[in-house]
């Protein structure tokens, strides 16, 4: 019995620790989206929800978001400059893509015709270097009517 107890005990410090770690790095990830990448909306208003990620080069993520008929909306990429030039790209619900940020902008103004789902990939590129930094990307949407 007090085997078991003393076995659980290092685990358990270990899930709070990598809990406590994972809830740090989310609270720095939004707090650089609040100050570095909420300017990007700006004349739009941000809807309420927060997607961002801690990326390493390599990494890519998807986010899919609805739009609706008749409203403008701007969607925002914002990463960490220590990951370099991130790219993303909009797919439609064929997995076609529609848009690329091939020309290295960091946001997408869009209007749709009619309501739709639209699937944002990023990509954070790779690197050689020797250490692999982690950073914040964030996907922003905002609209106006």
Same mark, same amino acid.
């Given at each position: 019995?007090?085997? @078991?107890?003393?076995?659980?005990?290092?685990?358990?410090?270990?899930?709070?620790?990598?809990?406590?770690?994972?809830?740090?790095?989310?609270?720095?990830?939004? @707090?650089? @989206?609040?100050?570095?990448?909420?300017? @990007?909306?700006?004349?739009?208003?941000?809807?309420?929800?927060?997607?961002?990620?801690?990326?390493?080069?390599?990494?890519?993520?998807?986010?899919?978001?609805?739009?609706?008929?008749?409203?403008?909306?701007?969607?925002?990429?914002?990463?960490?400059?220590?990951?370099?030039?991130?790219?993303?790209?909009?797919?439609?619900?064929?997995?076609?893509?529609?848009?690329?940020?091939?020309?290295?902008?960091?946001?997408?103004?869009?209007?749709?015709?009619?309501?739709?789902?639209?699937?944002?990939?990023?990509?954070?590129?790779?690197?050689?270097?020797?250490?692999?930094?982690?950073?914040?990307?964030?996907?922003?949407?905002?609209?106006?009517?």
């Amino acid at each position: 019995m007090s085997v @078991t107890s003393y076995t659980m005990k290092p685990t358990t410090l270990l899930l709070a620790l990598v809990t406590l770690l994972a809830v740090q790095a989310n609270a720095q990830c939004r @707090t650089f @989206t609040k100050k570095n990448c909420l300017p @990007t909306l700006d004349g739009y208003v941000q809807n309420e929800n927060y997607n961002s990620a801690v990326l390493i080069p390599g990494d890519e993520a998807e986010l899919e978001l609805t739009f609706l008929a008749g409203i403008d909306y701007r969607v925002a990429v914002c990463a960490h400059p220590v990951l370099g030039a991130v790219e993303f790209e909009v797919l439609d619900e064929q997995n076609i893509r529609v848009w690329s940020n091939s020309d290295g902008a960091d946001h997408l103004d869009l209007r749709v015709e009619n309501a739709q789902r639209l699937k944002f990939k990023v990509r954070v590129p790779d690197t050689d270097a020797a250490i692999l930094h982690e950073g914040c990307v964030s996907i922003l949407l905002g609209s106006k009517d």
